[in-house]
């Protein structure tokens, strides 16, 4: 049976992939046997627009998590690149208004306030959006960004010449809504900066860390291309800034229309069947890591996780290999002596790599931070121990 799409609408989205049901990752457990609530994670794409997407939504609220100290880091390093765009777009900063919808787009604005864009504001989750909780965040706005209550801080704020939207469009659940209401908040011929993580890498190499419960939308240049014109946007320019594991997009588009259904594009359309492709391997990818980790443990020694974050969650819980793996290595403080949700690992300081003599600490974060990570734990692999990555695309990765 075939499922409404978050993007263009149709009956079309055919679910292609299920991982299971698993708790959502930032719960971190004080407890070992605390009771868990599970959420099923599931991947469908849509024949009409060929978006894949989340066919089972976890509902927002749900993923509030029970910390205020988690926050999201995005890339940063293509930045100093958009702002120039888009000061050679805007021209003179005088009497320009540079809007902003979360605390994701701060760094996008001071680069502009740099510029002589000073005239800015962000909107406020307390004032603005009435949300009172200090651990919720983009989760939340992204159900609260509607048409209506844009239009009203629109007339607020002042309608931006240039809106920042960065990381959260791809955990929308309401996709028309949601980019109807951003239009509400530019000017006609302002300008709208989106920014997406890039699944294409993922879906070639067949890394299924890349699913996340928080993640509605998994796009590709192609299908994250057509989104704006959902609120009466023509795209200016959409680039692709490489990095590792995920790439980010980021288009720049003017407020030209009215907003409407999404123009579908025929290169969307070509992207059709690229998930088919990913669930194929799904099972056999998970045999190929059990067997490599068994081996490992029995010639070699004891495996640990290095990263307590979603990917970990992803990779240990997804696998089905959480009984290979003694504990998870992380040196956040707030993680310490909790257990990683799902697989009940211990989260323990970097030092217990050595202390327990483990042979094989598994890379669970960034791909850019992993040659930070070894050098300042030259101990473990004087000891003897190696560092591989989780991710297909590191050049340490356990699937070589």
Same mark, same amino acid.
């Given at each position: 049976?075939?499922?409404?799409?978050?993007?263009?609408?149709?009956?079309?989205?055919?679910?292609?992939?299920?991982?299971?049901?698993?708790?959502? &990752?930032?719960?971190?457990?004080?407890?070992?046997?605390?009771?868990? +609530?599970?959420?099923?994670?599931?991947?469908?794409?849509?024949?009409?627009?060929?978006?894949?997407?989340?066919?089972?939504?976890?509902?927002?609220?749900?993923?509030?998590?029970? /910390?205020?100290? @988690?926050?999201?880091?995005?890339?940063?390093?293509?930045?100093?690149?958009? &702002?120039?765009?888009?000061? &050679?777009?805007?021209?003179?900063?005088?009497?320009?208004?540079?809007?902003?919808?979360?605390?994701?787009?701060?760094?996008?604005?001071?680069?502009?306030?740099?510029?002589?864009?000073?005239?800015?504001?962000?909107?406020?989750?307390?004032?603005?959006?009435?949300?009172?909780?200090?651990?919720?965040?983009?989760?939340?706005?992204?159900?609260?960004?509607?048409?209506?209550?844009?239009?009203?801080?629109?007339?607020?704020?002042?309608?931006?010449?240039?809106?920042?939207?960065?990381?959260?469009?791809?955990?929308?659940?309401?996709?028309?809504?949601?980019?109807?209401?951003?239009?509400?908040?530019?000017?006609?011929?302002?300008?709208?900066?989106?920014?997406?993580?890039?699944?294409?890498?993922?879906?070639?190499?067949?890394? /299924?860390?890349?699913?996340?419960?928080?993640?509605?939308?998994?796009?590709?240049?192609?299908?994250?291309?057509?989104?704006?014109?959902?609120?009466?946007?023509?795209?200016?320019?959409?680039?692709? /800034?490489?990095?590792?594991?995920? +790439?980010?997009?980021?288009?720049?588009?003017?407020?030209?229309?009215?907003?409407?259904?999404?123009?579908?594009?025929?290169?969307?359309?070509?992207?059709?069947?690229?998930?088919?492709?990913?669930?194929?391997?799904?099972?056999?990818?998970?045999?190929?890591l059990r067997t490599k980790l068994e081996k490992v443990r029995d010639e070699q020694g004891p495996i640990a996780l290095f990263g307590a974050g979603h990917l970990a969650c992803a990779f240990v819980n997804f696998m089905g290999v959480a009984d290979l793996i003694d504990f998870v290595a992380d040196d956040t403080p707030q993680k310490q002596y909790k257990f990683l949700?799902?697989?009940?690992?211990? @989260?323990?300081?970097?030092?217990?790599?050595?202390?327990?003599?483990?042979?094989?600490?598994?890379?669970?974060?960034?791909?850019? +931070?992993?040659?930070?990570?070894?050098?300042? +734990?030259?101990?473990?692999?004087?000891?003897?121990?190696?560092?591989?990555? @989780?991710?297909?695309?590191?050049?340490?990765?356990?699937?070589?």
């Amino acid at each position: 049976m075939s499922i409404a799409c978050l993007v263009c609408g149709a009956e079309a989205v055919e679910e292609k992939l299920d991982v299971g049901s698993h708790p959502v &990752a930032s719960f971190y457990l004080t407890q070992k046997d605390e009771p868990e +609530n599970n959420v099923r994670l599931a991947l469908g794409q849509c024949t009409n627009c060929g978006t894949i997407q989340s066919t089972d939504l976890v509902p927002h609220s749900a993923l509030v998590p029970p /910390y205020d100290w @988690i926050v999201a880091m995005e890339p940063e390093e293509h930045l100093d690149t958009v &702002a120039d765009q888009v000061e &050679a777009l805007l021209g003179d900063p005088e009497g320009k208004v540079v809007g902003a919808l979360t605390y994701k787009d701060d760094t996008m604005v001071d680069r502009l306030v740099r510029k002589g864009f000073e005239n800015t504001w962000r909107i406020k989750l307390d004032e603005d959006l009435g949300i009172s909780d200090p651990s919720a965040s983009n989760e939340t706005v992204q159900k609260l960004v509607t048409k209506k209550r844009m239009a009203g801080l629109g007339s607020k704020l002042g309608q931006a010449d240039f809106l920042i939207v960065r990381h959260i469009l791809e955990h929308v659940e309401d996709v028309p809504e949601f980019v109807m209401g951003l239009s509400e908040l530019v000017k006609p011929g302002g300008i709208l900066m989106l920014e997406v993580p890039d699944c294409t890498s993922n879906l070639k190499l067949a890394d /299924y860390c890349m699913i996340w419960e928080e993640h509605s939308l998994y796009l590709t240049p192609e299908t994250f291309a057509p989104l704006s014109s959902i609120g009466g946007f023509e795209s200016i320019r959409q680039d692709v /800034y490489e990095r590792p594991f995920e +790439n980010s997009l980021v288009q720049l588009s003017r407020k030209t229309g009215e907003p409407g259904p999404v123009k579908i594009s025929a290169d969307a359309k070509k992207q059709v069947g690229a998930l088919t492709s990913y669930a194929d391997r799904f099972e056999p990818a998970c045999k190929e890591l059990r067997t490599k980790l068994e081996k490992v443990r029995d010639e070699q020694g004891p495996i640990a996780l290095f990263g307590a974050g979603h990917l970990a969650c992803a990779f240990v819980n997804f696998m089905g290999v959480a009984d290979l793996i003694d504990f998870v290595a992380d040196d956040t403080p707030q993680k310490q002596y909790k257990f990683l949700p799902g697989a009940r690992l211990p @989260i323990l300081p970097s030092s217990e790599l050595v202390d327990k003599k483990i042979a094989l600490s598994l890379l669970c974060l960034s791909i850019s +931070n992993e040659e930070k990570v070894i050098a300042r +734990n030259q101990d473990f692999e004087k000891q003897g121990g190696v560092f591989r990555s @989780i991710f297909r695309e590191s050049s340490r990765s356990i699937f070589d």
